[in-house]
């Protein structure tokens, strides 16, 4: 089955930036998209299609790809940003795979 | 304003049955394609299962294959989840979520229902 990776967790000071990766066997050539999730909270689309933002979703978030590796960035994170976050992609069925997530904290 | 409401959650015996609803509102609900996501305790997001605008097509992943059975009544704007044989593992919150389609995600999410599965 399809598998995603994300590292753990990241911390970071606020107003710095913030930076986490998801790779997967060819995830170049899928849409990524990136989710966050505040404790007990629905989760949140905050990327999708990479790249692109939703509307809502502050500037300071942005999405990016390089190879199999796509990449979701913080910059100037706040306190609000703390949580879970969580890279998605389609496999082959297609069905849809989740990343195991990584947790921020904003120290 | 796009809304998704889950129902039909509680406690259930190893082995029983559940049927999970969501009611949506405030969008043309024949036009998207819409999944059930997953989140057991303490745990990540886990895809369910989604469906095709008219239902015909629909998709499980691998550890609720052959006991999950995914549904839709557009005329009633509802998203079902059949559950049977249920098992231990599948106590989670369970989510519907809104597939805006063509890689752009899942981009309206319900608040969730708790199932738990226990003696």
């Known amino acids: 089955s399809y598998e995603l990776t994300q590292p753990p967790s990241v911390s970071v000071s606020p107003g710095q930036t913030a930076t986490i990766t998801c790779s997967g066997d060819?995830?170049?050539?899928?849409?990524a998209c990136w989710y966050h999730q505040r404790p007990g909270q629905s989760p949140v689309l905050v990327i999708y299609q990479d790249t692109k933002r939703p509307s809502g979703i502050p500037e300071r978030f942005s999405g990016s790809t390089s190879g199999n590796t796509a990449t979701l960035t913080i910059s100037g994170t706040q306190a609000m940003d703390e949580g879970d976050y969580y890279c998605?992609?389609?496999?082959?069925?297609?069905?849809?795979?989740f990343g195991p997530g990584t947790r921020v904290t904003v120290l | 304003q796009v809304q998704l409401v889950e129902a039909g959650g509680g406690l259930v015996k190893p082995g029983g049955s559940l049927r999970l609803s969501c009611a949506a509102s405030g969008f043309t609900f024949s036009d998207y394609f819409m999944t059930w996501v997953r989140q057991a305790p303490g745990q990540g997001l886990e895809w369910v299962s989604d469906?095709?605008?008219?239902?015909?097509?629909?998709n499980y992943g691998d550890s609720v294959k052959g006991r999950f059975t995914i549904s839709r009544d557009n005329a009633r704007n509802s998203l079902f989840l059949q559950m049977n044989r249920l098992r231990a593992e599948d106590t989670a919150i369970y989510y519907c979520?809104?597939?805006?389609?063509?890689?752009?995600?899942?981009?309206?999410w319900g608040q969730g229902t708790l199932v738990t599965v226990s003696s």
């Open positions: 469906i095709s605008r008219t239902g015909e097509t629909s």
């Open positions: 998605q992609a389609w496999d082959s069925s297609p069905a849809g795979v």
């Open positions: 979520a809104r597939d805006a389609g063509g890689g752009e995600g899942y981009d309206f």
């Open positions: 060819e995830l170049g050539e899928k849409y």
